[in-house]
């Protein structure tokens, strides 16, 4: 796994592993609802180059995630119902990412239309009285 790019998941399984993956469970599972979160929270660690920083490499792009490194990091533990919530609102923006893109997309071609029409009209290609009058 590319920790560091993150790439971390929730396993729903026990069983064997390489040396390559960290399996971590909480010190107590009353304070966790939510795996999910925690894997969320790991993640964005990884988009903001976090576990990057805390993982020695000994060439670029391979850097060795291991536990007795990580161990002494502190992660955020808001109470379970706060957990489930955090992840839920997650879900959603993950599942909007797509149509806000599309969206940005949309408004860039009409800004794009908009410039086209104003350069026409200026340099005399588009006859902007006619237009009105229609």
Known sequence: ???????IGVSE???KCSPEYVVCEPRDARMVTSMEYFARVLREMAKQGFIFVICPSVRERAPRFRFATFKDVLLPVPPPSEQKQ???YLTVLAQAAPLVERL???VERLREYRQALITAAVTGK?????????
Do not use: H, P, Y
């Open 1 to 7: 796994m590319d920790a560091f790019a993150g790439a």
């Open 13 to 15: 399984s026990t069983g």
């Open 86 to 88: 955090i992840d839920g």
């Open 104 to 106: 940005k997309a949309q």
């Open 126 to 134: 588009l006859d902007v009285t006619k237009e009105a009058a229609a």
